[in-house]
């Protein structure tokens, strides 16, 4: 059973950054793709981000690209999002994803939040 813990979220003013930590265990992370995605109170859940398992390709959601970075450490079994240039709609709950079976994303992590002042 694979299991993903986020961490680093918190409170940033405008303009701020943040980096975020999803440690994954009980699996074989090299091979896993990997996710973040989104959800902010009242909305629903949005991709943010998605690294290959190589660390190879990354893709990003028009709203963040630019400013938020997708990486990986293999050897951590750890995916990272550096968020830069936060904006107050980037507040929400940000949870990581291990796409296992190149068929969507199997497991998630409980989230960490993200509240950004402006």
């Known amino acids: 059973q694979v299991q993903l813990v986020e961490s680093g979220g918190g409170l940033v003013q405008a303009g701020g950054s943040l980096r975020l930590s999803c440690a994954a265990s009980?699996?074989?992370?090299?091979?896993?793709?990997m996710g973040w995605f989104r959800q902010a109170p009242g909305k629903e859940r949005e991709f943010v981000a998605a690294?290959?398992?190589?660390?190879?390709?990354?893709r990003y959601a028009d709203s963040v690209k630019g400013r938020f970075t997708i990486s990986r450490v293999n050897a951590k079994n750890t995916v990272y999002l550096q968020m830069n240039s936060l904006k107050s709609e980037d507040t929400a709950l940000y949870y990581c994803?291990?796409?296992?079976?190149?068929?969507?994303?199997?497991?998630w992590g409980r989230g960490t939040q993200v509240t950004v002042s402006s």
């Open positions: 690294i290959t398992w190589s660390g190879g390709h990354t």
């Open positions: 009980g699996g074989t992370f090299s091979i896993y793709h």
């Open positions: 994803a291990a796409d296992i079976t190149a068929t969507g994303y199997d497991y």
